[in-house]
């Protein structure tokens, strides 16, 4: 099974590519001669310097595009496929609120993600509710706003759910996700359609609970949902699992129960480093080709597609230490709290620097590092590098997906600052969180605060 991108590690190799490399492959970014890295009309050393670093710039223009190409390749009359955004990409007001405009649904997997897509104008209609663990309160909120499908992983969360839905006279329009077994051939940690994978119904068992689905109160079954991961580039494992589900529907149908609609799920990857981006054009494909004829009403999930090129995460060089016969740590402001994707599946991203003149051949090899107290605080390792000064600003590409929102405050560092792009102009979408947020919802109980010293030893 090849490793793609996402499980690289983040180590040097020959084929490292180039910042000139790195730029040409994405035309939203370029290297202006005085202004330095722009993302689309806008210098990104103006927001570093107007907002500090570390900080998240998101391009709405460059979004858009890729909704657009998106919805185009969907969009042919056989499949008429629509995109639900999975929110937990990147869940800020305002990119729900770009992509709503643009007409996406979202694909939700909490009740706060719910919150969110409806504060961005995003319909109940439009919301899809995900997950494999859904609390009742949750279901409960999903019941009350009505929303269009709510995909249920379990039997045990089918029987609970009827329990909820007949408790307040409604009834869940259900999908039932079903784990196809299918390797996507992507990082162990981000696969999801493996029987021994904890998310969908397990693929023999998903007729019969949806025969069951359908003698339950309060549940209407209308079709079937399957996501087998994240970061998939190739089309095979796609049409592979498409497969499978219409061979269900078509089981299930002449079993004589009606399944009106399929839900394609997410994952189509990105080229962080030099893989061949996922084409929407071959995952269409991949739909068409399988459940096309079969008179279905088609969804799918995307999230990482569609923003993580659209984003970049800024950060300053704090000091360069050097070391005889080893290669140079670049220190960075940013960390493993900011962006984790690194630490966690030594994920490969792209290293530009801001200033035109920083972005000269690679000095050598070095290691890119955050300033967090965990070895695993890495962001490049015997990376080839330009030469980077302290007080050089760099970006680091693709981050906006799977990066503001799976950042943390440890070590007490405040969540980073947000800016959007949009065209030629730019704006903050989120302040920099004031340090003194870190501790606000904490309480000290009074006896503690008072200096009592308690039971001590003796309550040991
Ligand atoms: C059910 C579901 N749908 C959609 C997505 C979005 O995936 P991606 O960002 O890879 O498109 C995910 C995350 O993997 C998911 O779990
Ligand atoms: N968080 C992962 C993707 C997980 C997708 C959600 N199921 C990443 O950064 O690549």
């Given at each position: ?9 983040p ?325 493993m709290?900011?962006l984790?994707r690194p630490s966690?599946y030594e994920a490969?991203h ?28 890495t962001f490049a ?80």
């Amino acid at each position: 099974m090849s490793m793609p991108s996402v499980s690289a590690p983040p180590s040097s190799s020959m084929t490292d590519p180039s910042v000139a490399d790195l730029l040409a492959a994405r035309p939203h970014l370029r290297m202006h001669a005085l202004e330095g890295l722009m993302l689309e009309q806008v210098p990104l050393a103006a927001i570093a310097d107007a907002l500090g670093t570390p900080v998240w710039v998101t391009g709405a223009g460059t979004l858009r595009s890729r909704y657009r190409r998106l919805e185009a390749a969907l969009a042919e009359p056989s499949l008429g496929a629509s995109i639900h955004y999975a929110v937990k990409a990147n869940d800020h007001l305002a990119i729900l609120r770009i992509l709503s405009i643009e007409g996406a649904g979202a694909d939700v997997v909490s009740g706060g993600e719910m919150r969110r897509a409806i504060e961005a104008g995003i319909p109940p209609a439009r919301i899809v509710f995900s997950g494999v663990g859904k609390s009742d309160d949750e279901l409960g909120l999903a019941l009350s706003l009505s929303i269009s499908q709510i995909n249920v992983e379990s039997r045990e969360e089918l029987e609970r759910l009827s329990g909820l839905a007949s408790a307040c006279g409604r009834t869940a329009r259900i999908v039932l996700r079903v784990n196809p077994d299918i390797d996507a051939g992507t990082h162990a940690k981000i696969t999801t359609g493996l029987a021994d994978n904890k998310f969908g119904v397990a693929y023999d068992e998903a007729a019969d609970l949806y025969a069951l689905a359908a003698r339950l109160p309060g549940i209407e079954p209308i079709g079937f949902a399957v996501h087998i991961g994240s970061q998939i580039n190739d089309p095979a494992p796609f049409r592979a699992a498409y497969a499978r589900i219409a061979d269900l529907v078509r089981r299930v149908r002449e079993a004589g129960q009606a399944v009106s609609l399929v839900d394609c799920g997410g994952g189509l990857g990105i080229s962080y480093r030099d893989e061949i981006e996922g084409s929407p054009r071959a995952l269409a494909h991949a739909i068409r080709v399988t459940l096309g004829d079969l008179g279905l009403k088609l969804v799918v999930e995307p999230g990482r597609w569609l923003v993580a090129p659209a984003g970049v995460l800024l950060s300053r060089v704090l000091l360069v230490k050097q070391s005889a016969g080893r290669a140079p740590f670049v220190v960075l402001d940013a960390a493993m709290n900011d962006l984790l994707r690194p630490s966690l599946y030594e994920a490969w991203h792209g290293v530009v620097p801001l200033s035109a003149r920083d972005a000269v051949q690679p000095a050598g090899p070095a290691h890119l590092v955050g300033p967090v107290c965990e070895t695993g605080d890495t962001f490049a390792l015997d990376r080839p590098l330009p030469h980077l000064a302290a007080g050089a600003r760099v970006a680091i590409l693709d981050t906006g997906a799977y990066g503001a929102v799976m950042s943390s405050t440890y070590n007490s560092r405040p969540l980073a600052a947000q800016a959007l792009v949009d065209g030629s102009r730019w704006t903050t979408i989120r302040p920099r969180q004031p340090v003194e947020q870190l501790w606000a919802g904490e309480l000290v109980p009074d006896w503690i605060a008072a200096g009592e010293t308690g039971a001590g030893r003796a309550a040991e």
